[in-house]
């Protein structure tokens, strides 16, 4: 692994950081990497559903805010990072087969074909430097899995995995409705606050989607403290696992893509 | 009592809706009336603390936003509501002697003094058309007294009322946070969502200010549910409480004052 200190990483270009992942350098969570500019999660499918996962996006703009689309067997995200490639520029991907999760691989060149389209989504990750900057206090463990259910388009169907931070207080929370709700393209709002059972998480410590090494026991909801829950990205695998194609590829959590789209810049970008 | 349709009262301009309340013509809550337009809540003290209820209101944004202050001894809030006379045009006033409510006049020209200053401070009930314009579900039942404290300035001092409205669910009260937000002069956000306990609600049915009539013992939190609270103009009777002057004069929950200021037009007029 490639040896930085967390200020030389949070203030590198994505381009820099590209190149490191690229070369298998860093295959670990981009947290507080490149702080300010868009992370964004994958998912490729073949392109003979490749229409009905982009009116799928369209029609769940909350877990699947859209960045950037590829062309068909092109892996360069045109857009988002120009000179980029799909298929080396994530720490780590995951392939899904007939909803089977079956390879944690590093590079998909293997598995790259003509007709593969890749769809970068917004990532809420991305707002903790903005939530952090306005001195929200909370913590942020990692997503969990609920029973929010997408609105199906052709195959894509499933529940959304949603980001879970807990806030020291309520007033705290509140304040960081107001922040998100400046970044649509990383999910905007919460679409939850208060008791998880409500959206069925039943479990606050059994977490789908987690940084590797956390330990989750801790992350128990105080007396005082509340919780918010946004729509992730990561439910690209929750509707891998439901869609059962033959073929699909998304990230390991927290090892996402690193766009060139600064956040703040993002109105800007209207893809 | 003046006979109008609801619809004629939420249309009427704020100048005729005075004339009738100054002709003794309405004497009930004004929820509902004047659409569009800042009410505001008032308080009255003697020149000698005036300066430090001013700076008191500064000092707590939140439940004492400032919309017009008159001249000791002027009952006429010239910059929000030209030709209008504080003594007579609020439906029902309550009078305050060391901390005691002594009197709830509809009219309060016996008690004027050439020493009264009349503050008019932001009302959180002007933001509800605004909440069913963007079709979000809830209830409003009232303001309850809690255990958050103002900052004291000088003899000012006390907890404040919040109004709670009750959501269907809590992704209604993320959207109200966001439509409240924009009117900072009807008190903005709230400052604490679900549990009531958190600021001292032990009991939810039991309110500190009502509109006439209302049965509180339906408005119970239902499972699925959320209650958010807002910093409310009517803390002006719990400081009046704690604050025990001589004299200090308010007014009945939920008669509040109408101004001509259009809530939409609020950043414009900077006080």
């Not at 003509?114 to 990692?142: E, M, T």
Request: hydrophobic letters at 40%; a negative charge; proline letters at 9%.
């Amino acid at each position: 692994m490639a040896s930085y200190t967390k200020d030389e990483l949070a203030k590198m270009h994505p381009r820099d950081f590209r190149d490191l992942v690229r070369k298998g350098e860093w295959t670990e969570s981009v947290q507080d990497i490149c702080v300010g500019y868009a992370l964004a999660n994958l998912v490729i499918v073949p392109r003979d559903v490749a229409l009905d996962f982009l009116i799928f996006c369209l029609r769940n703009p909350r877990p699947f805010p859209l960045i950037d689309v590829t062309e068909p067997g092109d892996p360069e995200p045109k857009l988002a990072a120009p000179g980029a490639d799909l298929r080396t520029d994530l720490p780590q991907y995951r392939v899904w087969k007939h909803g089977e999760l079956v390879d944690e691989p590093y590079d998909i060149t293997g598995y790259w074909r003509d007709d593969l389209v890749g769809f970068l989504i917004g990532c809420s990750i991305s707002v903790d430097p903005f939530l952090k900057a306005a001195n929200i206090q909370y913590r942020f463990p990692g997503g969990h899995l609920t029973n929010l259910q997408t609105h199906p388009v052709g195959p894509f169907k499933g529940p959304m995995i949603c980001s879970c931070r807990i806030f020291k207080n309520s007033y705290e929370a509140i304040k960081s409705i107001l922040v998100s709700a400046r970044y649509p393209l990383a999910h905007g709002t919460p679409v939850h606050i208060g008791n998880p059972a409500l959206i069925g998480v039943t479990d606050i410590t059994r977490f789908e989607e987690l940084p590797s090494g956390t330990d989750t026991t801790k992350e128990v909801i105080r007396p005082g403290e509340i919780a918010t829950f946004t729509p992730a990205g990561a439910s690209g695998s929750s509707i891998a696992k439901e869609t059962k194609l033959p073929l699909m590829i998304t990230h390991v959590p927290f090892r996402m893509f690193v766009t060139d789209v600064l956040l703040e810049e993002q109105t800007f970008v209207s893809f």
